[in-house]
Nanobody, 125 residues
Framework: QVQLVESGGGLVQAGGSLRLSCAAS????????MGWFRQAPGKEREFVAT????????DYAENVKGRFTISRDNAKNTVNLQMNSLKPEDTAVYYC??????????????????WGQGTQVTVSS
């Protein structure tokens, strides 16, 4: 079992930045692909970014490419999402997720086994 706890959400003006963190605990010695997803009110959960177990491969949704950066520190069991140039449409609850895998990327939410409780990000115009 892996437990995930997100932090770093909040209220920011359009054009601003936020850094989300996800702390993993439990059986973290295995190789996990990590992902960030988000869900806005009335919308389905959508893929944001993913990173492979070593941190050597990342993938992003088209609408966040060039603005968001995912990274991980396996020594600290953390995954971060640096979000720059935020837009009102980035407003959502952001979730961290993990799946045990050696694949370079996992973009489907259905393939992830572990989820955090989510952290709210609100971008005002």
């Amino acid at each position: 079992q892996v437990q995930l706890v997100e932090s770093g959400g909040g209220l920011v003006q359009a054009g601003g930045s936020l850094r989300l963190s996800c702390a993993a605990s439990g059986r973290t010695r295995s190789t996990y692909v990590m992902g960030w997803f988000r869900q806005a009110p009335g919308k389905e959960r959508e893929f944001v970014a993913t990173i492979n177990w070593s941190g050597g491969n990342t993938d992003y949704a088209e609408n966040v490419k060039g603005r968001f950066t995912i990274s991980r520190d396996n020594a600290k069991n953390t995954v971060n999402l640096q979000m720059n140039s935020l837009k009102p449409e980035d407003t959502a609850v952001y979730y961290c997720a993990a799946v045990r895998s050696l694949r370079p990327a996992v973009v489907s939410s259905q393939e992830y086994d572990y989820w955090g409780q989510g952290t709210q990000v609100t971008v005002s115009s």
